[in-house]
Nanobody, 121 residues
């Protein structure tokens, strides 16, 4: 069973930056794709970005392309989300997720508790 713990959320002004980090334990981290999702109040959880087992493939939702960057460190069992040029519409609880395969673009079935990101205008 994998455990995922997010950190790095907080309050930031529009145009600012935050870096989220997710620490994984409990299974071989380097074998699986990882992702970030988010859920805003009153909305469904949505995909933000994911990364393949070796970091060679990444996908992003259109609204964050060019502003967010996902990365992973398999030696440290961490996956990060660097968020730049933040907008109020990025406000949400951000969740780290672990995939059931090595490849990005697949299914995610393990979730962290989430970290709140609030962007003020």
């Amino acid at each position: 069973q994998v455990q995922l713990v997010e950190s790095g959320g907080g309050l930031v002004q529009a145009g600012g930056s935050l870096r989220l980090s997710c620490a994984a334990s409990g299974r071989t981290f380097s074998l699986y794709a990882m992702a970030w999702f988010r859920q805003a109040p009153g909305k469904e959880r949505e995909f933000v970005a994911d990364i393949s087992w070796n970091g060679g493939t990444t996908y992003y939702r259109d609204s964050v392309k060019g502003r967010f960057t996902i990365s992973r460190d398999n030696a440290k069992n961490t996956v990060d989300l660097q968020m730049n040029s933040l907008k109020p519409e990025d406000t949400a609880v951000y969740y780290c997720a672990a995939g059931s395969s090595p490849f990005a673009g697949g299914e995610y079935d393990r979730w962290g508790q989430g970290t709140q990101v609030t962007v003020s205008s």
